[in-house]
């Protein structure tokens, strides 16, 4: 799988710094600057200490089976278009050379609810969508258990509101309140046309 980040740093350079230095335990196999260089880290086949605790679609150990790609941004601030547009270019040659389908592109709050919020409410998740980078779920009819289906799409077991507000932050970043029926009907989308591959997970 893929795991994007931000860097929350208050540059490009000094993430590349902390990014590199093996004291701090931190690594990452991209780092894409506000002007969109792609700072090549970590070898693709070698495991880059980026994801830490937490799971996605059954899978523990995400360091060992994921790419991580660290975005220049501070968590608050619009994504850059050179950023956003060299991610599409190096997002759409990882996904074909190593066969990794859009949904098993996941941001670092997915795999970690309640530990992790990056890559934030301002990256644009419904971009990658339509170029078949990531996917956005189509409301439709939805099913009494959110849980459940967001389980179903590969969110790891956690407590109701951390799970609501990873999903939310995600996909409905402007949400506020309880969980309601958009919610209900996203979940169910995702959870229908996005199942987690048992058989991928366990190898």
Known sequence: MVVIHFTAMRS????????????VEVSAHYLISDHGAVHA?????LRAWHAGAGSWGGVTDVNSRSI?????????SPFTEP????????????????????????????????RKIDPGPRFDWRRLARQGLSVWPVPGKPEEDFRASARAFGYPDVEDATLLSAFRLRFRPWARGPLDSVDAALAADLARRFPVDAAAASA
């Open 83 to 114: 950023l956003m547009h060299a991610l599409e270019v190096l997002l759409c040659d990882i996904l074909r050379r190593h066969a990794i389908p859009p949904h098993r592109v996941i941001g670092h709050s997915d795999m970690a609810p309640g």
């Open 68 to 76: 991580g790609i660290e975005l220049d941004n501070d968590g608050a």
């Open 12 to 23: 490009c350079a000094a993430a590349l710094d902390r990014l590199c230095d093996p004291a």
């Open 41 to 45: 880290l970590v070898p693709e086949p």
